[in-house]
């Protein structure tokens, strides 16, 4: 077992590393996201700074699928050998999450996660994903703010796996270290919804 997770460490890190809204900027707009709005190199921001069109929910695919393939092969080898498919879903999109948080590829500069994590947790429960899916919604078309809902339904997974249950205690741990790491990331957020400078989300225009 311990082969299959140093090889996905690796894997899920680098791949988790691709980061679709500088790709997408640099080879679209020829020009680098990181240099507008809030600087973070995320779906959100890219929204802000160039609009509601294809480009900036290509940005949320490519998040997505970066997510979804190791994390998928992570599981299916971990179950298949070691009946551990919860562990292996949840241990590779951490890594995938980290490699999205300090990308080797970006100067270890990238975003805050929640589209990675978020299509983590499709993988390790449904059940799970459900609810945090219930919590962010509610709280983004209500509140309008992305940063709270995001950290909101983060926090509301690792509650929700604890009482649906898991197969190793390692996945309950992990998924706390995943609700952290987004939550962290968002530091910025919370001094602009002090300051009353947090922009608020719409579906369509910026």
């Known amino acids: 077992m311990a082969v299959l997770f140093i090889i996905s460490a690796v894997v899920s890190y680098l791949s988790g590393g691709v980061n679709g809204a500088i790709i997408l900027s640099r080879l679209v707009y020829h020009d680098d996201i990181r240099n507008y709005g809030s600087h973070n190199p995320g779906f959100t921001n890219f929204k802000r700074v160039y609009g509601n069109n294809a480009v900036t929910w290509s940005v ?11 994390v998928f092969l992570t599981a299916v080898l971990a179950g298949v050998f070691f009946n551990q498919w919860q562990l292996g879903a949840q241990f590779s999109g951490f890594c995938c999450m980290i490699g999205h948080c300090f990308p080797v590829w970006y100067g270890f500069k990238g975003g805050k996660a929640f589209i990675t994590g978020f299509t983590t947790i499709w993988f390790v429960d449904w059940r799970m994903t459900l609810i945090a899916m219930a919590v962010f919604f509610a709280l983004l078309f209500t509140l309008k703010y992305m940063s709270i809902a995001s950290c909101s339904s983060a926090a509301v997974c690792p509650v929700a796996l604890a009482f649906l249950g898991c197969s190793n205690i390692w996945v309950e741990l992990i998924a706390i270290a995943a609700a952290l790491l987004v939550i962290i990331r968002h530091y910025p957020n ?3 919804l002090k300051n009353g400078t947090e922009s608020k989300f719409s579906l369509s225009g910026k």
């Open 60 to 70: 949320m695919l490519i998040d997505i699928l970066k997510t979804a393939v190791p």
């Open 190 to 192: 919370y001094i602009k």
